[in-house]
């Protein structure tokens, strides 16, 4: 059993709608769609957005009917493009009977996904469930997990095939929710988990991970199989595989995770796999990406004794929380602390902070050190194995690259290097060349 997610991008692209369509069709075991609203495209704005600039335009008594005739075009589109026979002037006059009645902001926005899964429903031939049957929040805005489930699973379970609107669901109260912008992917992993899916598919038109930046390193492998653990890393270090609460989720459940790209001419096989565990039969090298963020600063501290007074790092760490400022890594020393932010964010109250660390911390020196890149080496195992810190510290080395930090993850899956700025480039290409390319 397969839940299948395809992203906005493919929805607004009549092409590649109909390629999605193709694939649905081609494997019977796909038996639930996660629809999504039709996004941006070169000749308009994505769905969601219109339909909250019409919310926004009734509140304010302004003109919406353009905005209403700019998405009836963009559905019109799509129907035609499908053959299908669909009432959509129905729709449209419902979404302006809404606006009038005062319905909200949230409710407005989720009509994008709902008339998406109506369409798609009535050329697929599949019935059509709506997300705010399926879907609960407790009141606080939280998932109502264990209603949201069972619900869910009873719903679905003697249907052969359904498809359901992403991005929204339903509070106590009866009124529509929406998921935070760009997590329509939520509802796919809940669907999943509730029917306990033996596989969920996020399909994007643009979407393939690499090994390392193709904008660093020509023509880079591309990543086809991590784990949920190494995904989480992948993300914190700027490559956005898909938010980490979809993949806790799915981690929980248990479900792997295919990301496929609807390019691609293999129906989704050789999509990249994500999983609790590497499958047994694959070969892969135990780094599995190079990736890297720059401008980071370090606030380096120093003060006689500082081993030995209680609740340092605690109080320096609550300035920073004073500033909204989040504390990336923290190394230290017997006598010394060093503490690498985001620059940007550090720059907006520079002298604040360090004359509330010279007030509050006293210490014997502080400096601040600029323009830091951050390099992660990442792969499961990454700091149990055997000469992998003679590998990296080799490739720098040999490329004259300085290093400036070194953190190890707790949990073995990553390994944190510091560079100068000006060095980030050079460094991600000699590790590349050393760790991927010759491998382990």
Not at 30 to 49: D, E, F, K, L, V
Not at 153 to 173: C, K, T, W
């Amino acid at each position: 059993m397969i839940v299948s997610k395809f992203g906005g991008s493919i929805i607004a692209d009549t092409g590649k709608l109909a390629r999605a369509m193709d694939i649905l069709k081609s494997n019977p075991e796909r038996r639930y769609i996660i629809a999504s609203a039709p996004g941006q495209n070169p000749n308009a704005a994505g769905i969601t957005n219109l339909l909250f600039m019409c919310h926004s335009s009734f509140s304010k008594r302004e003109n919406y009917n353009i905005l209403l005739a700019k998405i009836s075009e963009i559905y019109n589109n799509i129907i035609n493009s499908l053959g299908v026979k669909f009432d959509l002037d129905s729709e449209i006059d419902e979404l302006r009977k809404n606006l009038i009645s005062g319905k909200s902001g949230d409710y407005i926005g989720s009509r994008g996904e709902y008339i998406t899964g109506r369409i798609l429903a009535k050329f697929l031939g599949w019935e059509f469930v709506d997300a705010s049957e399926l879907i609960f929040f407790h009141e606080d805005g939280t998932l109502d997990k264990g209603k949201t489930f069972t619900t869910a699973r009873n719903r679905l379970q003697s249907l052969e095939h359904a498809v359901i609107p992403s991005f929204y669901g339903i509070m106590p109260d009866g009124n529509i929710k929406t998921f935070q912008r760009g997590d329509g992917d939520s509802s796919g992993a809940i669907v999943a988990s509730a029917v306990n899916a033996d596989l969920f598919e996020k399909w994007s038109s643009d979407i393939k991970t690499y090994s390392a930046d193709p904008a660093i390193v020509p023509n880079p492998e591309t990543i086809k199989n991590i784990t949920y653990d190494e995904a989480v890393e992948l993300n914190y270090s700027g490559i956005n595989i898909i938010k980490d609460s979809v993949i806790f989720m799915l981690k929980e459940s248990g479900i792997p995770l295919k990301i496929c790209c609807i390019e691609d001419e293999d129906d989704g096989n050789n999509g990249m796999l994500i999983s609790s565990q590497l499958p047994g039969n694959i070969s892969r090298n135990i780094a599995v990406c190079i990736t890297g963020r720059r401008n980071f600063d370090v606030i380096h501290l120093e003060k006689y004794g500082l081993n030995q007074e209680y609740g340092f790092g605690a109080k320096l760490f609550g300035l920073f929380t004073n500033y909204h400022i989040p504390c990336e890594h923290c190394l230290s020393g017997i006598y010394k602390m060093s503490f690498v932010i985001k620059n940007m964010m550090f720059n907006l109250h520079y002298k604040e902070i360090i004359d509330d660390i010279k007030r509050e911390m006293e210490p014997d020196s502080i400096t601040v050190e600029k323009n830091l890149s951050l390099i992660a080496v990442i792969g499961q195992e990454m700091g149990t194995v055997k000469g992998m810190f003679e590998k990296v510290f080799s490739a720098l080395a040999n490329a004259q690259i300085k290093v400036k930090m070194i953190d190890q993850g707790s949990d073995d899956l990553n390994i944190i290097l510091g560079v100068s700025d000006s060095d980030y480039e050079n460094a991600i290409k000699a590790l590349y060349q050393n760790l991927i390319v010759k491998g382990d």
